[in-house]
């Protein structure tokens, strides 16, 4: 639980860092933020019938692929500065989406 509470309290520090500097970067990340539906589906697209189970670092492979074609949208959009932020985000929003993924999967 913890480690629940740390992470987010990095993302909206994050996030609030991102507000400080630009509104419009706030509402690209709300925009361009992975769902844990988006990273589910995702998931089983990647579980094929009688495969073993999909491990974490193909979940974070998965999410990074995705956070990928953000970033270069996100490059053409914003400053060093700003893509500074969104890297940072990213990098939590790796970890918020890997754990919140295995959290389901041991239920």
Known sequence: M?????????LRGVFERAGQVSVELCEFITAESLSIADVTESWFEQC???????SERTIEKLVEQRQT???RKASRLFSEIELAILDDWQ?????????????????
């Open 48 to 54: 094929s019938p009688g495969g073993g189970p999909v």
């Open 69 to 71: 074609a953000a970033r």
């Open 2 to 10: 913890r480690e629940i509470d740390e992470l987010l309290t990095a």
């Open 91 to 107: 990098a939590l929003e790796i970890k918020a989406l890997t754990l919140s993924l295995k959290e389901l999967l041991e239920v």
